[in-house]
């Protein structure tokens, strides 16, 4: 009986291990189950692809005066196919999230085993509804056409085009229904969607940072610190960070080598508000042996001097400018720079994922106006402890890349991409975001609830 007895539970041991092992390698092998379901709202095709149609049907773009686009320009495919190209232009293509994070959801549902997201058909069925205004790129068309009326409504298109999406969500049953909670927009650049951030601001607003909502808040909140910002504003506990596109090519670790450079930095010299900062390094640094600061934007004219200097120096500079952050970061990060970021106010994508202290140095804006302070503090991180942050970094890199690498951004993502990671982040929020769905309809009509502020 004992040897039976010991035989039967080997045998339970056994399969049950086998069963568990077999579970947990399809856990591990299948990452793609869907954990989010996203409806699509049935915008028309001008307010997304129609506007990067209309992007290439111009003969050029003064805006930058690149002829970075003029090979795709001559072709003529920008202007007819259902899927064009995002531009190249770098002043443009560095918030094109609102492309990929399209290009994933219009993907046919066979080629989509790697998202995160899976799109349904029926809004009922939807944790979101992603709202497919391709909303940073009708702000740049419209600046680059007539930058004198975008901040009125008469005359300017990108309002009419704002003025759409808006006047549509809102008729839906959806959006009736959760009060835009549970609707999600891209907001790249800071200046999309400016005439009614009001409107959408209860809705889920994948944003860079915080920078193009500060002022707003302060002029209409009682908060007296200007940390603290409206919680029907913009908040961590609703929106979610994303990353800039980056614009310089990925540097793999192997790649890596010899940095003689301490500390550079290319990008313009005199900023606004948070920016003014940067003026004051600049003058501190200089003229320091190691350090190279070089004026202009760093991804356009002088793309492979950013190239070579982001590759050949240890550190990379990440002051603020008009905004808390900028697409620098991420290209420091894929040309393997450790980040050093004077920026107290900033926030960043996939934070609780990722640890940037891991990868990073940190710096209060205080202590690195101090002369010297600075260059002395990176002199002192040894070979070994550089050596670790790269490593550490180049773990990430994937993290912060949209491209799928197919014609439209229309096919698989990778599965450690930023798509992905956007919406994992979104998915987190889900819980805060239904509770406060589910308050909002048990107050009796007419009743009015202060705005609050959400310290940060």
């Not at 995002?86 to 290009?103: F, V």
């Not at 540097?251 to 005199?270: C, M």
């Amino acid at each position: 009986f004992t040897v039976i007895s010991l035989l039967s539970l080997a045998f339970f041991l056994s399969s049950s291990t086998t069963t568990i092992t077999s579970h947990h390698s399809l856990s591990l092998q299948s990452p793609t189950l869907s954990a989010i379901n996203v409806y699509v709202a049935d915008l028309p095709r001008s307010l997304n692809y129609g506007l990067i149609n209309r992007y290439w049907s111009f003969d050029s773009d003064s805006r930058l005066g690149s002829d970075s686009d003029h090979d795709i320009r001559s072709t003529n495919l920008g202007k007819t196919l259902e899927f064009p190209p995002y531009p190249e232009n770098p002043l443009i293509k560095q918030y094109s999230a609102e492309y990929w994070i399209m290009g994933d959801l219009m993907t046919p549902p066979q080629l989509r085993t790697g998202s995160f997201a899976k799109r349904v058909l029926d809004a009922r069925d939807a944790d979101v509804v992603f709202v497919p205004f391709f909303a940073t790129l009708s702000a740049e068309l419209q600046l680059g056409m007539a930058k004198g009326v975008f901040r009125k409504k008469d005359g300017n298109e990108d309002y009419q085009r704002q003025r759409e999406v808006i006047d549509f969500v809102k008729k839906t049953q959806a959006w009736k229904r959760s009060g835009g909670r549970d609707h999600v927009f891209v907001l790249t650049d800071p200046v999309a969607m400016w005439h009614v951030k009001d409107e959408i601001a209860p809705a889920i607003l994948l944003v860079v940072d915080f920078g193009g909502w500060y002022r707003l808040d302060s002029k209409s909140s009682n908060c007296t610190s200007s940390e603290m910002i409206q919680h029907t504003q913009v908040s961590v506990i609703k929106d979610v960070i994303v990353p800039y596109t980056h614009l310089l090519p990925s540097l793999h670790l192997s790649q890596n080598q010899e940095r003689r450079n301490l500390l550079y930095f290319k990008g313009a010299k005199h900023r606004h508000r948070g920016g003014l900062v940067r003026e004051k390094l600049w003058d501190l640094l200089n003229n320091e042996p190691g350090v190279i600061m070089e004026e202009g934007f760093p991804n356009a004219t002088g793309r492979e001097q950013s190239i070579k200097g982001m590759r050949t120096s240890e550190f990379c500079l990440h002051p603020a400018g008009d905004t808390p952050t900028s697409c620098r970061l991420f290209d420091a990060i894929q040309s393997l720079c450790i980040p050093v970021i004077v920026s107290d106010n900033i926030e960043l994508p996939f934070e609780g994922m990722v640890d940037y202290t891991e990868f990073s140095v940190f710096v209060g804006v205080g202590d690195a106006l101090k002369p010297r302070w600075l260059v002395n503090h990176l002199q002192s991180f040894s070979k070994d402890q550089k050596d670790t942050f790269r490593q550490k970094m180049a773990r990430v890199q994937p993290m912060f890349v949209y491209d799928n690498g197919h014609p439209g951004g229309i096919g698989p993502i990778p599965l450690d991409g930023a798509v992905n990671h956007i919406w994992k982040k979104v998915h987190q929020k889900l819980p805060v975001i239904k509770e406060a769905i589910i308050r909002e309809r048990r107050k009796p009509p007419g009743v009015l609830v202060p705005q609050r502020c959400q310290c940060t």
